[in-house]
């Protein structure tokens, strides 16, 4: 009997953590807007859904990244499509918040003009010791010119 429990317990548990902390925290993690749940269905077919953000991309930016990405993905209707464009250039605009902890090397690079290797430490760091939570979390990057971060402080977003 006892020895039964564990593994009953088990997937019921994985299930718990999944559901109640996974999907919600990665849902968080995206701006709310019209289109945002088009775009969540939509856009996270082949990745995470978190691929936009960090990118500060123009509306005509936005309409050929999504002709491209869905020309395999003819059952998207042109409403559809019209509606991620319109979630996606209302939230990854020029000028808009940097994701701190969710983008790119490379647009960390764009966003920061800070060179490639800084952008690269930035995501490094991130991966070996989790979200930051604060500005003074980036001064312990090493190597990081931490004032070309400040230049942008009210867009970063953690
Ligand atoms: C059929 C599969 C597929 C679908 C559906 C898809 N993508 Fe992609 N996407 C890819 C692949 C493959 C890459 C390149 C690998 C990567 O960068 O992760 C990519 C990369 C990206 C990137 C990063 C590009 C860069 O230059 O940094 C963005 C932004 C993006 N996708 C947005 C979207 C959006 C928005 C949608 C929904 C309209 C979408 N994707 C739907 C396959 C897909």
């Known amino acids: 009997m006892v020895a ?12 718990f953590f999944v559901c109640l902390f996974g999907l ?9 807007g019209p289109g945002k749940e088009t775009f969540e ?16 991309w123009t509306q005509s930016q936005w309409e050929t990244k999504v002709t491209e990405m869905l020309q395999e993905e ?10 991620i ?4 250039s209302a939230n990854f605009k020029p000028g808009g918040k940097i994701y701190i902890n969710k983008a790119r090397a490379k647009d960390l690079e764009t966003a920061f ?11 490094r760091y991130r991966q070996q010791n989790g979200d930051f939570k604060t500005l003074d979390d980036l001064k ?19």
Request: charged share 20%.
């Open 4 to 15: 039964l429990k564990f593994p009953c317990w088990r997937p019921f548990f994985g299930c």
């Open 24 to 32: 919600p925290l990665f849902a968080q993690s995206l701006p709310n």
């Open 41 to 56: 269905s939509v856009c996270s077919l082949c990745h995470a859904p978190t691929a936009p953000m960090g990118k500060q």
């Open 74 to 83: 003819p059952d998207v209707t042109p409403e559809e499509r019209a509606a």
């Open 85 to 88: 464009v319109a979630y996606l």
């Open 113 to 123: 003009e800070i060179p490639t290797a800084d952008a690269e430490a930035i995501v």
């Open 140 to 158: 312990k990057v090493t190597g990081l010119d931490i004032s070309k971060i400040q230049v942008k402080k009210d867009l970063l977003e953690f």
